[in-house]
């Protein structure tokens, strides 16, 4: 079984900054690639951004281009996004999604087999 986790999450103001991390363990496995959801209430779960652990390309959507950044440290299978410039509008729960298998639509989230509980992330104004 694999295990995934995320930390980081808070309580910050408009403008502020947060890094969230999220570490994979369990059997070994390789993964693909690792990437970050969020959901707001009342909202569907929607696609933040997205890794692969090889190569390291990244992803992502354009409401948080240029303010997030997403990185990985391979040796401690732990990814992070580094979230800048945090408006009102990202709050959400964030959660991490893990897939091993190879990837063809990033922003689903049907292509992601692993999943964490999820870290609340909340802007205020």
């Known amino acids: 079984q694999v295990q995934v986790l995320e930390t980081g999450g808070g309580l910050v103001q408009a403008g502020d900054s947060l890094r969230l991390a999220c570490a994979a363990s369990?059997?070994?496995?390789?993964?693909?690639?690792m990437g970050w959801f969020r959901q707001a209430p009342g909202k569907e779960r929607e696609f933040v951004a997205a890794?692969?652990?090889?190569?390291?390309?990244?992803y992502y959507a354009d409401s948080v281009k240029g303010r997030f950044t997403i990185s990985r440290d391979n040796a401690k299978n732990t990814m992070y996004l580094q979230m800048n410039s945090l408006k009102p509008e990202d709050t959400a729960v964030y959660y991490c999604?893990?897939?091993?298998?190879?990837?063809?639509?990033?922003?689903?989230?049907?292509?992601?087999?692993?999943w964490g509980q999820g870290t609340q992330v909340t802007v205020s104004s």
């Open positions: 999604a893990v897939s091993s298998k190879r990837i063809s639509s990033w922003a689903s989230a049907y292509e992601y087999g692993y």
């Open positions: 369990g059997r070994t496995f390789s993964s693909y690639a």
């Open positions: 890794i692969m652990w090889s190569g390291g390309s990244k």
